[in-house]
């Protein structure tokens, strides 16, 4: 939420306080962030800027979309749309994800803007005028028919690597074997867009020359990582950097999608991602005051924090802090380094390339409040090591926790003091005399002020789930607290140590909402309408906001009337359970089209219903029931097409012609068919292997080269001819399953009869649809999965 709420007055750095500048590694723009990704950088962020905020320290939280390099390139092919276009889209989608999430960013900006381009440039004159830079030769793949060098992730081919030998490789990293590599390094490499073989060519490119550097770096470093307090998994990666020994650095690509490099030889290129990115932490801020250097060169007023995964660790502690340095100017150096490792999905990992987990624009849709959520993703925070979303463990925590622990403390105080003036308070909150020398509420005294006092050691190192477990400790105080006193007891035998014990856990319920206002903001604003105050959370050094917390019947003053109470958390069933584990199962793609058959056959059972109607009808008036009809006097449709769910097991060269793969497919029910196909110019046979893939089984067996081919495995082709792409159902299809088309109904024929060109009839209307969907005119090719779709050809004919 841009401005959290706050003046739009930019705040500046004041002295004699202070200034804690928080940054969160900028999401890359050409997708939606996932559970992961959100607890990584931006929630993590966004608790610490919250507490900073709490603590009365003048902190600003900067973040923004990282929106430049190969990767935005390559979405818009995929889209058929500019860079620009994909940018506006996907910012749009993070920015609201994350307003959604409560995120209180002071500025949400893009790299895009002209403020960006602005900073980098003056930086890399710096850089130039000192003499950092350095010019020098690659070797880079070309494609001749795009007509422009390769990106890494524009190029995939087989992984060089002994025993890996994967045969899709990137062109930075195989993603089987997990082994970093150069494009050069690939065998039988081929341009993504057009598939043909590209050819290394030089070029020449700027460097950043990090050995000149080295000592000025690791005094950085040694120094900061202890005053920093920076966390293990920081400090281990950062070493291994340097023990490898710094190296030149290319900052240059050759992409149209970027920062243009202000120099004449190099006019052409942009910098590499890698290079502007961290520098859009600054630009960003320019966007958010013109007077920006107060918090990015006052390195003596300002401390600088910054939130992200363990993948942009060296980005941040050895890249960034090498450019900031050879410039020569006295910037603001990162302080201290909040590093997250993974957090998985149930039994694998959440992939956003893939589409596999929950993300960010799915909470909305499950009815669980965002308070749940962040409380959630926060407890269970990969600190250490990686850590495991599970909906089991959602619910526990949700149920055991905050339900039955947080929700139960605040809703039994409030609850008893709304009650009338004959069983209650009459919603006022009661004097308390004596209270100093009550002695289970001394007892509790004391153990809330060093709870807090744990809790205010835990979040100055960053330690955010420790604070939030501790801050959670002191509602299990004030449940023991409210057992020990009995205090619906005192209030018939002892109303003075009630009002005591009453006003007492007022005032913890004020501080508890005070303590998690970071973690759970709309909890926090929740308990205070309840209390009838206004949302402003304060816990204050110099307010003597935390000594307070030693006194806590002191907090709320007396006769104060609170508002209505209200059961704050709702509890989460096991079958609501099961329904999210069952909805969020597979990749997005696939529940894309679980949704798409879901409505189709809601569809069909109108249409059927309908259909059965107009029928009966037409029976009762002609006396009988329609008879069958015989194959040959059937109506022409698609329900006479057997189109099964294959699986490619094997997939070799014709052995007497260049065009034809020999296949065998499982069509299911333990049965191999060989299958001819003309597809060797269009799909290299490395894709061929171990694919789903649409098979017609009721053609009329052909003998293609010696070889009789037994069906018929469906493609789509662009409307040139150009390229063909295979129709492939949903990755957790059946094998076997039938192909069926909603609204035509019957079984297949036996066999096709050739003289009767009923396959050649029909597939005049086969195509796919915009949506990139295999449809008979609009109806889809339909699986118990979903729709079955190709990967890139739209509105092209399917054979």
Known sequence: MEDGGKSDVPKLPIPGKRNILITSALPYVNNVPHLGNIIGCVLSADVYARYCRLRDYNAIYICGTDEYGTATETKAVQENCTPKEICDKFHAIHKEVYDWFDISFDKFGRTSSPQHTQVCQAIFSKLCENNRLSEGTMQQLYCDTCKKFLADRLLEGSCPFEGCNYDSARGDQCENCGKLL??????????????????????????????????????????????????????????????????????????????????????????????????????????????????????ENVELYQFMGKDNVPFHTVMFPSTQLGTGENWTLMKTISVTEYLNYEDGKFS?????????????????PVEVWRYYLLTNRPEVSDTSFSWKDLQAKLNGELLSNLGNFVNRVLSFIAKPESSGYGSVIPDAPGAESH??????????????????????????????????????????????????????DDKPSCAIVIRTAAGLVHLIAQLLEPFIPSFSCEVFKQLNLPPHFSLSDERGEVLLASRPWEILPPSHMIGTPQPLFKELVDEEVQQYREKFAGSQADRRARDEAANLRDQLNKTKLS???????????????????????????????????GKILKAERHPRADALYVEEIDVGGGEIRTVVSGLVNYIPLEEMQNRMVCVLCNLKPAKMRDIVSQAMVLAASSSDGSKVELVEPPESAIIGERVTFPGFEGEPDDLLNPKKKIFETLAVDLHTNENLVACYKDVPFTTSAGVCKVSSISNGPVR
């Not at 490099?261 to 942009?270: F, L, Q, S």
């Not at 835990?458 to 955010?464: G, H, N, T, Y």
């Not at 259909?611 to 015989?630: H, M, V």
Request: hydrophobic letters at 35%.
């Open 182 to 299: 150069n494009p050069t390094e690939l065998k039988d490499p081929r341009c993504k867009v057009c598939r043909t073989t590209p050819r290394v060519r030089q070029t020449d490119h700027l460097f950043i020359e990090l050995p000149s550097l080295k000592d000025k770096l690791e005094e950085y470093i040694n120094e900061t990582s202890v005053n920093g307090s920076w966390s293990q998994n920081a400090i281990h990666t950062t070493n291994a950097w340097l023990r490898e020994g710094l190296k030149q650095r290319c900052i240059t690509r050759d992409l149209k999608w970027g920062v243009p490099v202000p120099h004449e030889k190099y006019k052409d290129k942009v910098f590499y991602v890698w290079f502007d990115a961290p520098i859009g932490y600054v630009s960003i801020t320019s966007c958010y005051t013109s007077e920006w250097e107060k918090w990015w060169k006052n390195p």
């Open 352 to 368: 956003k390339s893939k589409g596999v987990g929950v993300f960010g624009n799915d909470v909305k849709d499950t009815n669980i």
């Open 439 to 492: 002695p289970l509420t001394i007892s509790l005294a004391e153990k809330v002020e060093k709870l807090v006092g744990e809790y205010v050691e835990a979040m100055e190192k960053v330690k955010l789930k420790q604070g939030l477990k501790t801050a959670m400790l002191i509602s299990n105080e004030g449940n023991f607290y409210l057992q020990a006193n009995q205090f619906w007891k005192l209030y018939k």
């Open 611 to 645: 259909d059965a109607k107009k029928q009966k009808a037409s029976s009762s008036k002609s006396g009988g029931k329609p008879k069958p009809q015989p194959a040959a006097d059937r109506e022409v449709t698609m329900a006479r097409l057997d189109i099964r769910v």
